[in-house]
C-alpha cells in the first residue's frame, strides 16, 4: 500500500505523531466495530418496512387471487365478473343467498369520501390560507396546536361524537324533523362529517407548508402591483402552491377511504347500493371491522372476502398515494 | 453628448418647462416628485435610516448608491411603503408624493402602489401566462374588457422592449423566458398599471452584461414618461443612466447631487473613498 508509507514519511516529520495513529491500513477498532453495527441495525429497520409490506401483499394475494391446490382462494369461488358486476353484498346470508359484488362498498366507501371532501378540503385550504397568509405570528402560535389537537383525537371517539351529537341533535331535526326526509340512526351523512373534520388538520398543515414555500419574492411582486391581500393569497399564492394543495387533497382522501372506526361506529350497517348519505352505508374498511368482530368460520368465503375487499382498498390507496407523489415531485420542480 | 445635454437641463429646470408637460400628472420641472424630510426608518428597534432629506426630480432617473446594508433598498422600499409587510417597521418623518405624505393615515396603500410600481433584483414572474402576468396588475384594478387587457398588454411589453420577442407566444409561460427576458416582463408588468414612479432595486445586478444593456437603454427610453429611482451596486450603471445619485453610508444620506458631479468631483471624504473604491 503505497499510501502508508507516504504516511511514515510525513510521520516522522510531524510533531507529537506515532507511526501507528496516522496508518491508512484497515486494522480491528471498536470504532470501525460500532460503525458496521450501526449501519445493520440502520439496514434492517428498513428493510423491516419493506418486508411488512412485501407480506402483506403477500398474504392478500394467496387469500384473495391465487392458493396453492388444497386451498382455494376468494377469486376462485367467486368470479371476478360477480365481484365487479353484481349489486348485492350479502356474505352474512345462507349460503344460496350469498353475493359478493363489491359495488355496495365502494359506493358507501365513495359517499363517506365525497361528504368528508365536501367539508374538509374547503375548511382546511381556508385555514392553510389564513395560516400561512393572514394569520399573526402570535395567532398562529395559538392556532396550531389547536388544529394538533383535532388531529390527535382518537378516531373512535369521531365516531361517538357523530352517532350521539351530529345525528340525534343535528342531521335529524333539519332532514327529518323540518325536511321530512327519514334518517337512519347510523347513516352516510353524520359518518362522513367526522371523517371530513379528521382530515381537516391534516389539509390544513400540507397545504399551509407548500403556501409558505412559495417565495415571498412574489407576494411582495404583487402588492408592488396594488394588490390587496386577497388578491395575493387567491391569485398568487394558491394558485402557485396548486399542485401542491392538490397533492394535500390526495393524501387527506386517502385518508378518507382508509378511515375505519369513526364509519364502523356512526355509519356502518347493511351494504347499501345507494348514494343517499341519509341511509346506512357500508364501507369497505367497517365491513372488514364487522367480520373480524362478527364470528366468522375459518376458511369460509366469507373470511376470504376480507382479503379481497382489503385488496380493492390497498390498491385504490397507493394509486391515490403515487398521484399525489407524482404531483408533489412536479410541483417542486417549479422552485427547485 | 446626451449626457451633457441631459445635465444642462437639470442645470436649467426652467428653461425646460414648456416640453415637461406630459399626458399624466405633470408638476413644473424643479418642484420634486417625491420629497424625503427627516426621515428616521426602525425594524423594530434596531434603525436603519436616519435623518433623510432628499427630492427626486420628475422625469429623471436617480439612482442611490452605496455599500451593501447601507439603507438604500430600505429607502427605496419606503417610497411605495413595500417595507409595510415586515412585520415591526416603523417610519418617521414624511415621504411626500407630488406633495402628499404617503405614511398618512388616509392614505391607500393599494392606490399608492399603483402609483409607484416596482421592479425587484431577483425576476419573479409568476407562475402564468405571459400575458397573464402583464394583465395582472390592470385585472385586479377591475380591467375585464379582453380587447382593453389586450392593449395594455402589447403597450406594456412595447414600452419594456419584449413586445417583438413575445409577441407569438402570449399564453406560453412566463418562466419558460430567459433571466433577461424575465426581467424584462417584471418591468412590463409594473408599466402595465400605469404608474408615475417606478422604483427599481438593482434589477441588473443578477443578469449578463448584453442583458443589463438591454435593461439600461430601457431605463434611458422610461424616463421620458417616468420618475425613476434605482439601487444600484454598479458605480459605472449609476454614471451612464443617471442624473442625480444619492450615496448612501450606514443608515445616512452621505450626499446627493448630479451624477457627473458626485463621480467627478464628490464633496464628501466618504464619497470619494467609496467611488474610487476604497472601501465598500
Known sequence: ?336 | MALVKRFTQFVNPQGDGSNAQGPEVAPSLGTPKIETRGMNFFYGTKQALYDINLQIQSRAVTALIGPSGCGKSTYLRSLNRMNDIIEGTRVTGEVLLDGMDIYSRDVDVVSLRKRVGMVFQKSTPFPKSIFDNIAFGPRIAGQTNKSELQGIVERSLKQAALWNEVKDRLKESAMALSGGQQQRLCIARALATNPEVILMDEPASALDPASTARIEDLIFELKQNYTIVIVTHNMQQAARISEMTAFFCVGRLVEIGQTKQLFTNPTQKETEDYITGRFG
Not at chain 1, 349460503?95 to 365536501?118: K, R
Not at chain 1, 378511515?259 to 348514494?275: D, H, P, Q, R
Not at chain 1, 343517499?276 to 364501507?283: F, R
Open chain 1, 1 to 336: 500500500m503505497p499510501g502508508s508509507q507516504n504516511n511514515k514519511s510525513v510521520s516522522n516529520d510531524g510533531p507529537n505523531r506515532t507511526d501507528g495513529v496516522l496508518s491508512l491500513r484497515r486494522r480491528f477498532s471498536w470504532t470501525h466495530v460500532r460503525e458496521q453495527v450501526i449501519q445493520w441495525i440502520l439496514f434492517c429497520c428498513a428493510l423491516l418496512s419493506v418486508l411488512t409490506t412485501l407480506s402483506i401483499i403477500y398474504v392478500l394475494i394467496t387469500e384473495s387471487v391465487y392458493a396453492l391446490p388444497p386451498h382455494t382462494a376468494f377469486f376462485q369461488e367467486v368470479s371476478l365478473r360477480e365481484f365487479f358486476t353484481e349489486t348485492r353484498w350479502t356474505p352474512q346470508y345462507a349460503e344460496e343467498q350469498q353475493h359478493y359484488g363489491i359495488l355496495p362498498l365502494v359506493t358507501g366507501t365513495f359517499l363517506i369520501t365525497g361528504i368528508s371532501a365536501i367539508i374538509g378540503l374547503p375548511v382546511g385550504l381556508l385555514i392553510a390560507v389564513y395560516l400561512s397568509e393572514y394569520a399573526s405570528p402570535s395567532a398562529r402560535k395559538w392556532v396550531k396546536p389547536v388544529l394538533e389537537i383535532l388531529a390527535g383525537i382518537p378516531t373512535v371517539v369521531y365516531g361517538y361524537f357523530a352517532i350521539r351529537f351530529l345525528t340525534p341533535m343535528l342531521i335529524v331535526p333539519i332532514f327529518e324533523n323540518w325536511l321530512g326526509m327519514t334518517v337512519y340512526g347510523k347513516n352516510a351523512l353524520a359518518g362522513g362529517i367526522v371523517v371530513g373534520l379528521m382530515i381537516i388538520p391534516m389539509v390544513a398543515s400540507l397545504s399551509e407548508d407548500v403556501m409558505r414555500s412559495v417565495p415571498n419574492s412574489l407576494r411582495e411582486s404583487g402588492y408592488a402591483l396594488g394588490s390587496t391581500k386577497f388578491d395575493v393569497s387567491a391569485k398568487i399564492v394558491v394558485p402557485a402552491a396548486l399542485s401542491g394543495i392538490f397533492a394535500s387533497f390526495l393524501l387527506a382522501l386517502s385518508r378518507s377511504i382508509g378511515e375505519t372506526m369513526a364509519v364502523a361506529i356512526a355509519s356502518a350497517g347493511f351494504a347499501n347500493l345507494t348514494l343517499n348519505p341519509l341511509a346506512q352505508i357500508q364501507t369497505m374498511t367497517s365491513y372488514i371491522v364487522d367480520v373480524m368482530t362478527g364470528e366468522v368460520v375459518s376458511g369460509s368465503t366469507v373470511e376470504k372476502s376480507l382479503y379481497a375487499v382489503a385488496l380493492v382498498l390497498f390498491i385504490i390507496t397507493m394509486i391515490m398515494n403515487l398521484i399525489s407523489q407524482w404531483v408533489l415531485s412536479r410541483y417542486r420542480e417549479v422552485y427547485q
